[in-house]
């Protein structure tokens, strides 16, 4: 007689488990569209509430510590980015973006972690390849950089070729240190090939040039990339460069 109120009284509680995921799902939405709109302290504010309906949304706190790098709150981004890791331990952008973090606040080897488990977690994910190639260097490891730079270009070699720090120029400068001159020219000149404006490449190219006793190479090279760099507004580099033509030059 009295069995039919207690199984009723369970309704309830599944359906405001229902409702409060739901809710949590647009707040979550409506946070990319103020973080969309540069309103990152709003978005923020309703991926706390969202947190507060499921605490277990993975998402939430990974978007959180991408907004909270906006607004410069760089712990806690990590703090965020670490749960999302611990709800979801496969979560590849997770890693692949607390590796960036890691790396900007000169966190090499946590950078390197995180990179390689977001690899583990997604073999064909050149872009973490490459960032990987460039903390090793940093490290002072150029032969795993090289590998790293490799195995990005095997992946996706024309995508990543496209800015000025790709990782064909990348893997030349990282053989150049290890005394591979030519095959440092090699890299270099791929990079050029693959973007002619690639002021870097050009001026990377002429170091190797200048090292293998080939001035007049060295020189072109030099003076190509003063004129990119110029051009870019670079002025860091256009003096770098300006400065190796004059010692060319005797001047």
Known sequence: MFSEPVTRSHRPLGLAVQIAQASAADLLARSLQKAQANDYRGAI????????LNPNLSEA????AGFRLKVNDRAGAM???S???RLNPN???AYYDRGIARYEAKDVQGAIADFTQAIRSQPDLSIAYYNRGIAHSDAGNDQAAIQDYTRAIEIDGEWLNK???SAYNNRGFSRARLGDLRGAVDDHTQAIQLQADNALAYYNRGVAYAKLNN???ALADFRRSAQLFQQQNNRV???RAIHNIRVLEGR
């Open 61 to 64: 706190y990974y978007l959180r």
């Open 163 to 165: 800015g000025p720090s």
């Open 237 to 239: 580099g256009y003096n």
């Open 79 to 81: 703090t965020d980015y």
């Open 215 to 217: 001035r007049s190479q």
């Open 45 to 52: 504010a309703d991926l706390n509430q969202a947190i507060q």
């Open 91 to 93: 979560y590849t952008a």
């Open 83 to 85: 749960q999302a890791i």
